[in-house]
Structure formats: structure tokens, C-alpha cells
């Protein structure tokens, strides 16, 4: 007999299993789902048992070196979905695996070998996602407490990220707690031991936790809740796999046939399409979130002949107001760009060739993207103008302006939390403060203090050329109105007060339909699933040279496969990054059979591509 075992290491992707002899020793004992030890090249490493067998093609199979765990520390179906997450992200199998299992320290394991568990997993037919949607915290959490109650086996609830976690925890009662799992990506060895354990015994029911928490040692999982489906942190884009968790649970379910739930105050555009067409189970209507809103035409501010970026309405509403205020950017530094009035020219980065942000406090321009920075400038480089100018708004300057604004009779507390500067500590005083912040600071705020939030400049990220851009401001501001308390007031600052988004914050559907009609007709996401490739290399020639070629192998793909539809390849932005030049190929994919299709055009990508399916920007590295 042989067992086919996923080593619990980093392997190439087309090695992800290998064939052990079963000793006649372990014959009566050996199950799928078993933690090992097998012999690999010049040491012994861990490895699970994906299945056994009674013939193999290996030449030689080694024998088995140890069974660690009497028990399968994973089930059939959680396997089955790692398997389905290492072909739909093209990533390594055993790396995976190692995610999914507990800390593999001998002292530990010695523990787990006297462990033995009889797993009763009761079966369940799957049903299409339930969508809800909550317009306050007392919707939210009376679907909660009605939901987790109503089935005998596990549930995992997903929040996007560890503040919201620490938020969610806070709000529960303490004989609740004792009964729920708790987990995060920050956890040490011991405690995640611990949590693992609870969930493989089941001696915890209800599991709540970041996206980490999808790779658990699940036997009866039977009801999946994802908070806050449309938070654009639910992606993982800087390191494989690139998931996205919204896909990653829909694939979860199907495997464990687990209910799922999609909740929150603001659906993505996707989840509203599938709800409308019924592909997604859903009876809540898009709530209407009352809170105090104020859009300011800024427009009209230059025409009475106010030139600063701060309007009078936000200027005496902060002087006045009693309790914290919030100025909310998407950027750091003082300015967004520097450039000559009298010739144009805007200072960019030598590396990117992206505008750099100007800094007051160290008087320099820098470029975030590179770490690059240069000292500021008096004249012009091309026409040797002294008209250098700064335009937009960024934290720093937003902080200065503040301090001026309120001088030396302000008892109010200024921090300000950004890459630079990172007051978070400040935020537990219970005196009055004012903070500005990037998005960094968003998810750590009291927002139970906050009396007055202010989109400084609302309009610095909706014309940049990607699909989902709206979409993100569109979440922001109705997450600001969800989380401030009765009695807050929100002061929108744009130039382009038409803009769909600020049209339908009282009337959401008309934001959704204009959306949908806008991607429809640009082949995006519901209508088309898409998956980026991205190459970089340190040679301009060879990068476009590899992108051409690979275009070429997947648009003869297309040939035989109509499903699929092949764009570029096209430069990123910024093209030059981290020392190379990038190049992207984008495949839109019809989503009929979006999961099949992305496996199989993921087998002519050559490794050294970057796979990111279902990616929240196009060009925008």
C-alpha cells in the first residue's frame, strides 16, 4: 500500500504530492488526513496524507517514517478546498497546508499524539449565499446572535481586518467570549496552538477572526458569516496567494456545503448584481443611513473668494463643535504635487516617474512609492521659473493650517496618524481632540466621540483611471455615515458636487444601476471575472519582450477557449517600481466559468508571473 502525502513545505507547483510506501507496521493504522513525517532528500519533514492507494508510478517510494497524529487533523474537505485555492491563486500546495496546520514543534506534537477524535460531521445540502444588510449596530447584531444560534456545528464569522476584530470583541458579553475562538494573523506559536486545538476538538463552537482564519482545522463547519462583504481590505495584494475573501468563502462553502452569509451596510457592486438577478439569496433592500450629510461646492468657495482648501462651513464648525473631530485624507504630506506655474513642469520621481509629495517640516519633496526624496527646489529645472507651486492637500498641511487656524488659545488635542507620523496611542484620551488621518487611522477610531468628519478633498482619488475607484469612496463615505453616532455631522468638500456618489447618498440604488451600466459596457466585474499577470524585470526590453510572448501563448488560448478574452500587454503605473519595469496582461473571463477557465489559463502562466485574480486595481501597481 501508498499514500500520497502533501509535504507541509513550499514546493514547485507542478511537485505538490508525493508517494510513500506504507510499512506493514502502519498498515492498520494509516487514514487520510493523518499528520507525518516522511523522509525528503536529506532529512525527515512533515507531511499530510491526501490519500492511499495500492499502486504508484514513483521508481523508488520510501517508506513512512512516523504517524504523528492518530486522528486526521484535517478533513477530506478542507483539503479539498486547500487544493482548490493552490490551483485558482497558483500558489504552492504544501505552503498552503502549512498555513492550515498548527505550529509543528516537537514538544507541541507530543501533546496532539494523545489526542484521539471521533469527528461526527453532520451533512447538510448547500444553498445559494444569503445576502443581509444592517442600516445601525443593533440590526447587525441581532442578525448575529440569530444567525450563530440556529445550527449545532461550527461557524466561522470574517471581519477584514484585526481592528475590527478588537471592535468586535469589545461590544461582546464576557460569558459570550467563553465560547467563542478568536483569531488573527498576529498570533504567536502558543496561543495559536491553543485556538487550534479548540477548533479541531470543537470544543469552541464559533470561530471570529480575519481572513487567516479560513485556513482552520474545520470538520463541522456549517455556517459562514462575512462582515462587511465590501471593505476593500477583504483583498490580499502585496503576497501570494492574492485572495480575495469574498471568493475564498463561496469556495470554503461549496467544499464544507457550510451556509453562507454576505452582510453589511453598503453591498460591493457584485454582491448587489448577483442579489437582483438571484443568484445570491437576499429580502434587505441597500439601507438609507441617517446622517447628517453636508456637501460643500468648492466651486463656490473660489467664486466668494476663499482660496483655501479648508471651506467656511468646516472652518466654523471645527472652531465650535464640542467633541473630537475627524479630517480624513488620501494622502500624507503638505501638498499632493509641486509644479511651475509658469511652465508646467511638475516635479516627479527619477525612479517611477511618479509626482512627489512635498513635506514642509524637512522642506523636501518625497516619492512614497520609491523612498526617494530630494531636497524642495527654489527654481524650476526646465525653465528656471521661480513659480514653484504647491497643489492639493495632504495631512501635514491639513495639521499646519489647524495650528494657524486655531492659535496659541486651542486647548484641543492635534494629532495626526499617517505613514509619517503615528499619534494612535492618543486616540484612548478622553479629551476633546482633533485628528488627522489617512486611511490608516480609519479603523481605529472611537467613532462613538467623533461629532464632526470631514472629507477634506474628496475628489483626490475619484479620477484616476480604475473601475473600482468610485466604488471605494462610495463604501467610505457611507461607512462614515454607518459608524458615526446620532447627533454627528459629515462635511463632504468637492468641486464636482454631481458626481454620482454624492447624487445617491439618498437615493444608493441610482449609485449601484450607473455602476452596472458603466462596467457593462467595459467587459468589468459582475459581467466579465477578471485575472491580472503581472512581470517585472530590471531590463525594459526583456519585460516587454516575456509580456508580448505571453500574450501571445494565452490569446491562442482565446481560440479554443471564447470564454476568455485577453487585453495588453500594457505598462502599470508607475511602470518603473522596486527597480523594475512592470508590465500587465489583464483576462476577462466570463463568470459562467470563471473558476475552470482561471485554472486552466493559469497553466500557461510561467512562475515568474505574479497571479492576481478578481484584482481591486488594473494598471495601478
Known sequence: ??????????????????????????????????????????????????????????????????????????????????????????????????????PLQKRKLKYLSKLVQNFDSQKQTAKKPGVFLYKNFFDKITFLISTIGEENGQTLLLVPEIASLINLKKILPAEAQDKVVFIAGDMGNKELFAKWIDVWTGSKKIVMGTRSALFLPWHNLRTIILDDEANQNYKSWDMAPRLHTR?????????????????????????????????????????????????????????????????????????????????????????????????????????????????????????????????????????????????????????????????????????????????????????????????????????????LMAFVDADSSLFIPEYKIAENLWWQVRDAQYNLQNGAKIIIQTANPDHIIFKSLFNPESFYNEQLNERRALGYPPFKFIVKLLYGNSSREMAERESEKLAADLTALTKIHQDITISGPLQTAPYFYGGQFWQVILAKIKYESYKQSTKLLLTKVPKTWKVDPNPNSILCL
Not at 500500500?1 to 505538490?16: K, S
Not at 497524529?69 to 485555492?85: P, Y
Not at 448577483?274 to 439601507?287: L, M, T, V
Open 1 to 102: 500500500m501508498f499514500a500520497q502525502v502533501i509535504p507541509a513545505r513550499r514546493m514547485p507547483l507542478g511537485l505538490q504530492y508525493l508517494d510513500y510506501l506504507v510499512p506493514s507496521d502502519m498498515a492498520g493504522d494509516i487514514k487520510a488526513g493523518q499528520l507525518v513525517k516522511i523522509p525528503f532528500r536529506s532529512k525527515e519533514i512533515f507531511g499530510i496524507i491526501n490519500e492511499l492507494k495500492t499502486e504508484t508510478r514513483a521508481k523508488e517510494a520510501k517508506p513512512i517514517a512516523e504517524i504523528i497524529s492518530t486522528t486526521a487533523l484535517l478533513s477530506k474537505q478542507q483539503i479539498a478546498f486547500l487544493e482548490d485555492m493552490s490551483e485558482f491563486y497558483k500558489t504552492s500546495l504544501g505552503f498552503l497546508l502549512k498555513t492550515n496546520l498548527l
Open 247 to 451: 471568493d475564498a468563502v463561496i469556495f470554503l462553502a461549496k467544499h464544507h456545503n457550510a451556509k453562507l452569509y454576505l452582510m453589511g451596510h453598503t453591498p460591493s457592486v457584485e454582491t448587489f448584481f448577483f442579489a437582483k438577478n438571484k443568484i445570491y439569496y437576499n429580502e434587505s433592500k441597500i439601507p438609507q443611513i441617517q446622517t447628517s450629510t453636508e456637501i460643500i461646492d468648492l466651486r463656490n468657495e473660489r467664486k466668494a473668494h476663499n482660496y483655501s482648501f479648508l471651506s467656511n462651513a468646516l472652518v466654523d464648525g471645527f472652531k465650535t463643535i464640542s467633541g473630537d473631530v475627524f479630517f480624513f485624507l488620501n494622502r500624507r504630506g503638505s501638498s499632493s504635487y509641486v509644479g511651475c506655474r509658469d511652465c508646467g513642469n511638475v516635479i516627479k520621481c527619477p525612479k517611477c516617474n511618479r509626482s512627489m509629495n512635498f513635506h514642509e517640516d524637512a522642506n523636501r519633496v518625497v516619492c512614497h512609492f520609491d523612498k526617494y526624496f530630494e531636497p524642495m527646489i527654489e527654481s524650476c529645472k526646465k525653465c528656471n521659473g521661480i513659480n514653484m507651486a504647491m497643489f492639493g492637500a495632504g495631512t501635514q498641511l491639513v495639521e499646519t493650517t489647524i495650528h494657524r487656524l486655531l492659535g496659541s488659545a486651542n486647548k484641543k488635542l492635534i494629532i495626526r496618524i499617517d505613514s509619517d507620523q503615528n499619534d494612535i496611542e492618543k486616540l484612548n484620551t478622553t479629551e476633546d481632540k482633533i485628528i488627522i488621518g489617512t486611511q490608516l487611522a480609519w479603523p481605529r477610531l472611537d467613532w462613538k466621540k467623533i461629532k
